[in-house]
């Protein structure tokens, strides 16, 4: 078995008390006896720190909890230090152990809660004397540091000074020889917590979704009083040296500019960004919205503030124009489901870094890459991060943008397109491309259809949308969309086009009577299982009908997240942030009333995401899932494991099933087992969850994946309508001209429908990894 498999098995096992192991990749893995014994003695005589350090970033509870029950799981001590480096240096009562139940209820908890402090004290090598002195003494020689890059460069400095240190403490009669040996080397991981996104190397830092949580929060907000008014909005947001919560930010609320440090504007801005105001205002559009980041500078390193760009638009245009910086409200409230499962995660791979680290393995940064945690050389990684200040100091703009990644440019790219170029006014040589919407709503729907239309007329094509899926489609609810029909739908949760579950089959005649009324020659389908199957149908029924050999893609938007040929769907971050935010709701009710257990139902059908990654992310005590087969037995392993909980200082319980994990085992069989063999002990409720999770407005993640898979996707369709053109016609008959467009690991690909099918379960609408 390979290590990040079992690493992250593990995890699983130990975070949640039970055998729950799912990933997002949906695939399903059991811990083996000898698995779990060598685990729990992986840690025996070793002694784990754990600190925060520099600015807090929601998700660092996560990770602290996640370090702590993997390290006291594998026999290791674990220590708390608290207020970041000062505590280290300061030692005393600021060094704790950790218990088990000193971090529950922890993982909804924004900020840090062993606190986090600048410290001066460590930059200076006395106070890393001290420091080292603190560890030693207590026989600590693992330290996971959570922070920025000036942390973690802290960290490894430290590391490097390690055995002078300890030179010098001997010498001074600080410490015995014996304790020196003991301590011969000091391991160190980071782990990055900032809410910037500006660290070189991780897709996405501790803190950064949860951010941008808050600021769409804010941003949704002062929208509809912007409409009422017919005002602009100039929102600052953070980013002194990294423009990634701007960008994001800017393709997630639509805004009509971006001012980030990585890529200042053209010396005529002035100009280009009244024209596009102007443009807008003309189109129909009540309000304008300018997204800045705090470091926004221009060509010449002058910064852009929010007030020059008010004045400017005031000046110019006398629109009504207000500022709004948010400020600290982006660092604070709950953390996302996204931030609390990359901090445990990132938790238990720095606890298995440690544990297996020598005197010769380098200094690590755990990072994200795709859906993969892996470790990176620790200054490497700083390096790359102080190369783009550097780039951006010397106006290396372009040297700058590259170095932040390939996702950073892809979200820019994105942006240029959807806010500064022109839609032509001709059509003439144009193609028509039809979107629409099938099976079960999903919060993201709209701005897949947005993007996918705007990029549609940006090439000049002449895009048509279609309502209630194929039903509409085979009764010609069909009509022509421009620019700003898709206005403002970003941030609307549901379907806007109308969506629903029927499969084309039965009406192929008329539906292609109306591919060749209305000229369709490409077919951009959004949807969850159904609109696979549906393109499955319509490959097999181009054998009957030609009009059906047009090229179509299929964008995965589904809350199951169960379409095949992709990690994840548009709408599952939605619902999982949903079912979370119910399940905190529930945790604080259980934990006032004491001695409860709650058993939640959640969607997914047969596939089991929503329930596993929610119990993940919400701490649950166990999660009921159809890929993982259980018995009367497990569930009576259950109800003792709570019975024994009941009797420490954490008396709630929390209990996660799928809807149709078994037939037999239902939400209210568990419910009245739980009941009965929990009398005198602990009470029960159930709650079905149901449709809410399928309502509300989308999530930051799912409006930027959205925006980006309708760009891509309008791409593709573009070029492949171009290959299918033969006689003066589109003829596409290929299997690559029927394609599913799936994120797998770091990659957006294009893959035929019809290859998928064999890694379908077509009666349980579920795909295996």
Not at 133 to 156: E, M, P, Q
């Amino acid at each position: 078995m390979h290590k990040d498999e079992f690493h992250l098995k593990f995890f699983m096992c130990v975070i949640q008390s039970r055998q729950l192991v799912r990933t997002p990749q949906r695939t399903e893995w059991i811990m083996t006896h000898e698995e779990h014994h060598a685990a729990k003695t992986l840690g025996i005589g070793k002694a784990i720190a754990v600190l925060t350090s520099g600015g807090d970033a929601q998700g660092m509870n996560a990770a602290v909890r996640a370090v702590v029950r993997v390290g006291i799981f594998t026999g290791a001590r674990v220590f708390f230090v608290h207020e970041g480096y000062q505590g280290l240096v300061d030692g005393g009562d600021n060094i704790k152990e950790a218990t088990w139940e000193s971090v529950s209820m922890m993982l909804q908890l924004g900020g840090t809660v062993i606190g986090s402090a600048r410290c001066k004290d460590f930059r200076e090598r006395e106070g890393r004397l001290r420091a080292a002195y603190n560890l030693v003494k207590r026989g600590i020689t693992n330290l996971c540091v959570i922070g920025g890059d000036g942390s973690l460069t802290g960290a490894d400095t430290f590391r490097s000074e390690w055995s002078d240190l300890l030179g010098d403490l001997q010498k001074a009669g600080k410490i015995t020889d014996e304790e020196a040996t003991k301590s011969s080397y000091l391991n160190i991981v980071g782990l990055v917590g900032s809410i910037d996104n500006d660290f070189c190397g991780t897709d996405m830092t501790i803190g950064t979704d949860s951010a941008l949580h808050r600021i769409i929060e804010i941003v949704d907000a002062i929208t509809t009083t912007a409409q009422s008014h017919q005002r602009t909005f100039v929102l600052e947001v953070m980013g002194r040296h990294c423009g990634y919560l701007a960008l994001v930010t800017s393709l997630s609320c639509g805004a009509d500019w971006v001012f980030i440090p990585e890529c200042p504007p053209d010396d005529d801005w002035e100009e280009h960004l009244c024209r596009r105001l102007s443009e807008t205002r003309t189109r129909g559009s009540r309000l304008n919205i300018i997204i800045v980041a705090e470091g926004a500078i221009d060509r010449n390193g002058k910064p852009i503030t929010s007030e020059d760009i008010k004045n400017l638009v005031v000046k110019r245009l006398g629109y009504d124009t207000r500022v709004t910086v948010l400020g600290h409200v982006q660092r604070g409230g709950t953390p996302s489901a996204f931030d609390r499962i990359l901090g445990s995660r990132m938790g238990v791979e720095a606890v298995m870094a440690l544990l297996e680290g020598t005197p010769d393995t380098p200094a690590c940064v755990v990072s994200l890459s795709g859906n993969q945690a892996v470790r990176l050389p620790l200054m490497e990684c700083v390096q790359v991060t102080k190369d783009v200040t550097k780039a951006m100091e010397e106006k290396k703009f372009d040297e700058a943008l590259k170095l932040r990644g390939r996702s950073f440019m892809n979200n820019w790219e994105v942006y240029k397109l959807l806010a500064h170029v022109r839609p032509p006014v001709s059509k003439s040589g144009s193609h028509t491309v039809a979107v629409m919407n099938v099976g079960a709503p999903a919060a993201g729907m709209n701005a897949a259809v947005r993007s996918t239309v705007r990029i549609g007329l940006i090439q000049g094509n002449r895009v048509l949308v279609v309502h209630d899926g194929f039903e509409g489609l085979a009764k010609g609810q069909i009509e022509e969309a421009g620019w700003s029909y898709v206005g403002g739908w970003t941030g609307q949760g549901g379907s806007k086009l109308g969506t629903k579950r029927t499969l084309p089959k039965k009406s192929f005649e008329q539906i292609s009577a109306n591919i060749t009324k209305f000229n369709i020659q490409g077919l951009v389908i959004i949807g969850g299982f159904e609109a696979y199957t549906g393109g499955l149908e319509l490959m097999e029924g181009r054998k009957q009908f030609d009009e059906l050999c047009i090229p179509f893609v299929v964008i995965p938007a589904t809350v199951s997240n169960n379409v095949p040929g992709s990690d994840f769907s548009v709408g599952a971050d939605t619902a999982l942030n949903t079912i979370c935010t119910t399940c905190d709701r529930i945790k604080q009710s259980a934990a006032g009333t004491k001695r409860r257990v709650f058993i939640i139902e959640t969607m997914g059908g047969y596939c089991g995401y929503l329930a596993t990654m929610a119990g993940l992310a919400a701490g649950a005590d166990a999660a009921y899932i159809f890929e993982e087969p259980f018995t009367i037995r497990d569930l009576q392993a259950n109800v003792e494991h709570l019975v024994q909980k009941m009797k420490t200082t954490v008396k709630r319980g929390l209990v996660l099933r799928n809807e149709k994990c078994n037939e037999n085992y239902t939400t209210d069989f568990i419910f009245n087992l739980y009941s009965e063999e929990g009398k005198g002990i602990f009470d029960s409720r159930k709650n079905v969850l149901g449709h809410m999770q399928q309502g509300g407005s989308p999530t930051p993640f799912d409006r930027n994946f959205a925006t980006k898979m309708g760009a891509k996707a309008m791409n593709w369709m573009s070029g492949k309508i171009k290959e299918s053109y033969r006689n003066g016609r589109i003829f596409a008959n290929t299997p690559d001209s029927g394609c599913v467009l799936g994120m797998r690991k770091r990659a957006l690909l294009f893959q035929p429908v019809t290859e998928l099918q064999g890694q379908t379960d077509f009666e349980r609408s579920w795909t295996p990894g």
